[in-house]
């Protein structure tokens, strides 16, 4: 039976090496991440020439993030940085939350405080619970939602023209 | 291999879409919010830091592979084999799978209430499940003893179905099957969630299976010529499903009922009596209630009713058995969830009255009843479990649950896990937990027929388990697992007969049963969609007492499961192979190995909200049997050969 099994393998990676057509979910998401950052207006500029985007928990992206690598805005290119685990995220001016962190969202929003920080969450509820931008899906294509209050506390200024495209998420009253 | 050669140039002949991933970035908002994702290319859950060895089958899977129960779902998984007898499933995990033992050594949760009903602690998995799964959003497969936090019977483990939800829908969706041996399914689920916060869904399904004749060798005389039973091994099944939520507030109502034919002249009854049946109803009822409290708490609360009805039709020559029971219920629990510091902590607790169980064994025509019980019982437990993070990339997960029940006393049963991340992409899981089993009402009270007598005295079987598991990420979405463990069984509930008067009694078993095993899976998952799982298992499980291999427990068990569009996104192939050992049947004689081999073709939305899918199972018309209980003259029940499945999924 192995023997047999054996035999089927190289056919079955090989069909499994070919790739699909449409753009993955997390290509699109990096896509919109970088359309994030430019409607998003930071209270100072960091004086660094590039903007840290610090992927916190496990990473979804793979090679996603190749997609917005060359990108810059306002001459500033992207950093990537992986963090396992939510610490120093106020040195991030991005922090992509990703679901594996649903268990420790409420300590990683508390530890941002008033941070200038834009976070996006990745999970279900995430705005709600206090992060800035939240993705979701509806029928296949990425959505978000947006929770001004969040950003009222982070000091970021988010542009209309992004907020008229979101859901809003009124949960979290002002502190 | 023709068919995969064809599967292969499908793959390579796929036509690139008209964005390349280069460009997304210059895309404005409003253009990328039109874009149609492929979501497959992740896992679910990081299962990393989960204190057990955990396998995860979404509802993209359940479509890809064409899985029409829960234990088809099952099968599928690492360690897990079925049996069917033409009656019910049962499902084996990690070598061990009793005769008779109707799924009362694995807890079933849905949504977080337990589906084992209290009479004989029950699960179904089969086509009794009260859930379509249809529904089904996915299902946590959670390996090990979670005595520690869920209680008795998750003894190897939890089985988590995570349901689909009002928005999922966000409309209407009819589907049809059409299936081999005159098979029919039809379903309709209307899901919504409104403005004002309000999310709901409705659903019903039915099912019907004429079935195929089934020719017994064992029945084969001038009075049943041929030893054919004719149209007997129907399946019926209705079932609705219904849930609302809004705030915290999450409200689930379900009914189902299945009629089954029983072809196999079961418990010595007359071979090919269209009399012979069964039949289970199920209800529940279940209210939850979720609350995020300040930054660091969150606490839920769930009060729960359930009901379970059960009947079977046994004609003897002389007579027509009728054998009953009814179990209802209703319970309530809590659970509060912090981090504090360093710690993640869980506390909880749940109260469960049993406020009737009752079993009526009766013959109808001379009326002679055998067996009349009325019973009640009630259980209560409470736990904790605290995680901490003891230095960078070691955690410690600690749990310990207390259970009492006023049938059988008292259980405690601890759980330790170290969890060690060595490197960012390797994790490294040392698990110890025990768990323990309750004896269920019919063990305490009855054994088959009127030549038992009750057994009070019965101890909960427990079993301890050691477990190493080595999980290495080659890349987000390509991991590698490594499990080896070891179970042992002490005070295992089995028949037996009492010496002083000949009745048969249940009893605890001496000695231990031993379960070493080796498992290894690979699973990835690829850019453009394509999913590959693929696993080994290695598992020795003896009688300590004889040295022997119990029965119905395969060695050797191999799957694979790949799943890859084939033309863009408009046509998915899911290919499963499942290897099973040969296993030693009740009477000593084995059945062969078999290797199984389902396809499930799966178009993308060809019509605008329209799917269909055509699937395959047992494609080389595999012929194998599978062992079955004593009840059975037959010692292992052929299965199903080739056939197939038509369906299509229409939504507006």
């Known amino acids: ?175 | 291999m023709v068919l995969l050669l064809a599967f292969a140039s499908g793959a390579a002949a796929e036509a690139s879409s008209g964005i390349e991933p280069e460009d997304l970035a210059r895309l404005p908002i409003e253009e990328l919010m039109n874009i149609e994702v492929s979501t497959a290319s992740r896992f679910t859950q990081k299962t990393s830091e989960a204190p057990s060895a955990t396998s995860i089958i979404t509802a993209a899977d359940i479509k890809a592979y064409g899985y029409r129960t829960l234990a088809d779902v099952l099968r599928s998984v690492r360690g897990f084999y079925t049996s069917y007898d033409r009656n019910y499933e049962y499902l084996g995990v990690r070598g061990f799978n009793r005769p008779g033992d109707y799924l009362s050594r694995i807890l079933l949760l849905v949504d977080g209430y337990r589906v084992n009903e209290t009479f004989y602690d029950a699960a179904a998995i089969g086509t009794d499940f009260f859930l379509d799964v249809d529904l089904i959003d996915r299902v946590e497969i959670v390996r090990g003893p979670g005595s520690s936090v869920y209680g008795s019977n998750a003894f190897f483990g939890v089985i988590n179905v995570i349901t689909k939800r009002g928005k999922d829908y966000d409309g209407v969706e009819a589907s049809g099957e059409l299936a081999g041996f005159g098979t029919d399914k039809e379903r309709l689920t209307i899901g919504r969630q409104q403005k004002n916060g309000l999310e709901w869904m409705v659903s019903g399904t039915r099912y019907d299976r004429k079935g195929p004749n089934l020719y017994y060798p064992q029945f084969d005389s001038p009075a049943n010529p041929h030893g054919i039973a004719q149209g007997l091994d129907y399946d019926r099944n209705h079932s609705v499903y219904g849930k609302a939520s809004y705030g915290g507030f999450t409200l689930v109502g379900a009914y189902s009922d299945r009629i089954k034919g029983i072809p196999t002249a079961s418990y010595g009854t007359v071979f090919n009596d269209p009399r012979s049946l069964t039949t289970e109803s199920q209800t529940m009822l279940d209210l939850k209630y979720y609350r995020a409290m300040g930054e660091n708490l969150d606490v839920s609360t769930h009060a729960y009713y359930g009901g379970y009805f059960y009947h079977g039709i046994y004609p003897y020559t002389q007579s027509v058995n009728k054998d009953q029971s009814w179990a209802q219920w209703w319970g309530m629990d809590f659970k509060a969830a912090g981090h504090y510091g360093r710690h993640r902590l869980v506390l909880g607790g749940e109260y469960q009255d049993n406020f009737r169980q009752q079993l009526n064994n009766s013959d109808l025509a001379p009326w002679v009843v055998y067996t009349d019980i009325r019973r009640n019982s009630f259980r209560y437990g409470f736990y904790a479990q605290d995680e901490i993070g003891l230095v960078h990339g070691l955690l410690l997960n600690a749990g310990l649950r207390f259970d009492h029940y006023s049938t059988s006393g008292d259980a405690l049963n601890p759980r330790l896990g170290l969890i060690w991340n060595p490197w960012e992409n390797t994790a490294l899981k040392l698990l110890y937990g025990t768990a323990f089993r309750a004896p269920n009402l019919y063990e305490l009270n009855t054994a088959v027929g009127s030549a038992g007598k009750p057994s009070p005295g019965l101890k909960p079987e427990k079993i301890t388990s050691y477990e190493f598991i080595v999980e290495h990420y080659f890349q987000p979405d390509f991991r590698l697992t490594l499990d080896l463990y070891r179970n042992e069984i002490g005070s295992l509930i089995d028949l037996s007969t009492d010496p002083a008067d000949g009745k048969q009694i249940f009893i605890n078993r001496r000695g231990l049963v031993e379960t070493e095993g080796a498992e290894l899976e690979l699973e990835r998952q690829w850019r453009g969609g394509g999913r590959l799982r693929a696993s080994y298992a290695w598992q020795n499980t003896r009688d300590e007492g004889s040295g022997k291999l119990l029965s119905n427990s395969p060695v050797h068990m191999a799957k694979l499961n790949l799943s890859q569009p084939v033309w863009e996104e408009k046509l998915r192939a899911g290919l499963e192979l499942q290897y099973t050992d040969s296993r030693k049947t009740l009477k000593g004689e084995t059945t062969g190995g078999y290797l199984l081999t389902n396809l499930t073709l799966l178009s993308g939305q060809l019509v605008p909200g329209l799917e269909i899918s055509a699937s395959l199972y047992n494609l080389f018309d595999r012929h194998y049997a599978l062992p079955v209980g004593e009840e059975l003259v037959q010692d292992a029940i052929i299965q199903d050969g080739r056939s197939f499945r038509i369906k299509w999924v229409y939504r507006f």
Request: hydrophobic share 45%; with cysteine.
């Open chain 1, 1 to 175: 039976m192995f023997r047999k099994l054996a035999r089927f393998l190289p056919f079955i990676l090989a069909v499994a090496q070919a790739e699909g057509a449409s753009p993955s979910e997390y290509e699109v998401k990096a896509a919109f991440i970088h359309n994030f950052a430019k409607f998003v207006q930071w209270p100072m500029s960091s004086g660094s020439n590039t903007l840290r985007l610090c992927i916190v928990g496990d990473n979804p992206f793979a090679n996603a993030l190749e997609v917005i690598r060359d990108q810059a805005i306002d001459g500033k290119h992207w950093e990537f940085q992986f963090l396992r685990t939510p610490q120093n995220l106020d040195r991030c001016q991005v922090a992509f939350i990703s679901v594996s962190e649903t268990g420790k969202l409420n300590a990683i929003v508390e530890s941002l405080g008033g941070k200038p920080v834009l976070t996006i969450g990745d999970g279900e509820g995430f705005a709600e619970r206090g992060l800035i931008i939240n993705f979701y899906l509806e029928n296949q294509k990425v959505r978000f939602e947006i929770n001004p209050n969040a950003a009222r506390r982070a000091g970021l200024a988010i542009s209309s023209q992004l907020l008229k495209l979101a859901r809003i998420v009124t949960v979290g009253e002002e502190r």
